[in-house]
């Protein structure tokens, strides 16, 4: 049910992702003396790895095990509303002691401020329904948006009506759904985050998001189990499986289509040959890279954090990242055809000699930009037909 590329990122979180899909089939078992402290211990690890997932399943382990362990139901009503507070409040608190040491000021108005924030987390991304694009994709993205909020639809209520002696453990799954939702909305409206461009200001929401998504899943067992007949089960389970993995597996894959234009390109060998390029010409000398995030991490793998210069009274990385700082707001301005003199002002800022400026060819670039580029830089470097490489220096006029 899940595209399996959200796995494979090579980052913390997905770690700590993969940790989640897994405790949320196994902590049931923590009402046994040996499985609590044991998965307590998986969410203690998963939040080293990345606290924003691993905070809560850390309170997933934890609070399952003690609900199972009051006897009254009053205690564990008590219990499951302190485990609520506990996710809707973890992850915001750390954010906010983030906040504070990045000088970043929160309010809590914002809670009731910026609800449009939180509402703009569930936009369809497949929302182009121009004439020309064929029937079938409309139907395919149409259920790869909705599937999530179905499966969500389906499942809970069929644990309330079929959930039997699991009801216990389907108190605390959906008090960890409703946290989570808690905590969602709190994250997506309180912060604004230093140095992370627009575009990506509202992605800790986001996978958080994606995480709630995939709670109701293990439900879906229960709703097979109540299904007496074996042969039935076993084809009804086989087709709905063979259904959900072929989707999956399509959309964990970059698509690139009217319905879907923006497909996901991959950090390639031309990027490696390009960042090595762009060292070798600087020779020694301190240069900046305005380029996408392709190829800036190219530079992160192959130099690591090599280079920091100080622009705007803050550090940032040689290679722009949305990420990293102030320097993807030029690389921005510039792709979309803003003066190229703005350049001079970025190695005046810095105190660097060179500034690279890196188009791949993949993007269909104005052609007003690339002929002002060319004009105006000081030298251009060709990565084979993938990539165009334009060089400006400092004071390149009067050279």
């Given amino acids: 049910f899940i595209p399996f590329m959200l796995f494979t990122f090579t980052v913390q979180f ?12 196994l902590f049931p078992l923590t009402q046994t003396t040996t499985w609590w402290p044991l998965l307590c211990w998986v969410g203690l690890i998963s939040v080293f790895f990345h606290p924003l997932l691993g905070v809560p399943i850390l309170l997933l382990a934890f609070f399952s095990g003690g609900y199972h362990r009051l006897p009254t139901s009053s205690q564990k009503m008590g219990l499951l509303i302190g ?43 497949f929302n182009n329904y121009h004439p020309s694009i064929r029937f079938e994709y409309h139907l395919l993205y149409l259920w790869r948006y909705w599937q999530p909020m179905l499966l969500t639809l389906i499942a809970y209520p069929v644990l309330l009506k079929y959930g039997g002696l699991q009801r216990g453990h389907g108190a605390v799954l959906v008090t960890f759904a409703a946290g989570l939702f808690g905590c969602i909305y709190a994250v997506s409206t309180l912060f604004v985050f230093k140095g992370i461009i627009s575009h990506e200001q509202h992605e800790f929401a986001l996978r958080l998001l994606q995480a709630l ?27 709905t499986l063979c259904f959900a993995v072929t989707l999956s597996w399509y959309f964990s894959y970059p698509q ?10 991959s950090v390639s060998r031309y990027d490696l040959e390009t960042v090595r390029d762009i060292d070798a010409d600087s020779q020694g000398r301190p240069y900046l890279v305005l380029s996408n995030q392709m190829t800036s991490a ?13 622009l705007h009274n803050e550090d940032i990385l040689w290679y722009a990242i949305p990420t990293g700082g102030k320097l993807y707001e030029y690389y921005t ?28 060819t993949y993007w269909s670039w104005s052609p007003d930009t690339l002929r002002t580029l060319e004009v105006q830089s000081s030298q251009q470097l060709f990565i084979e037909d993938k990539l165009i490489i334009y060089r400006f220096d400092t004071y390149a006029d009067e050279n």
């Fill in 14 to 25: 997905t770690i700590s992702y993969v940790l989640f899909a897994g405790v949320l089939f």
């Fill in 83 to 125: 485990f609520m507070a506990a996710l809707f409040a973890g992850v915001p608190t750390l954010l906010m002691i983030y906040q504070q040491q990045a000088d970043s000021a929160v309010h809590l108005r914002s809670l009731g401020d910026n609800v449009f924030s939180f509402v703009s987390l569930f936009a369809n991304p």
């Fill in 213 to 239: 998504y995939i709670v109701p899943i293990p439900l879906l067992i229960v709703l097979f189990d109540r299904i007496y007949d074996y042969r039935l089960r076993r084809w009804l389970l086989l087709g």
């Fill in 256 to 265: 690139f289509n009217a319905k879907f234009a923006y497909y996901s390109p």
């Fill in 298 to 310: 190219a530079a992160l793998q192959e130099f690591g954090f090599a280079n920091y210069y100080r």
């Fill in 333 to 360: 301005k510039i792709i979309y055809g803003e003066d190229p003199s703005l350049l001079d002002e970025l190695m005046t800022s810095t105190g660097t000699e060179h500034v690279y400026v890196v188009m791949p």
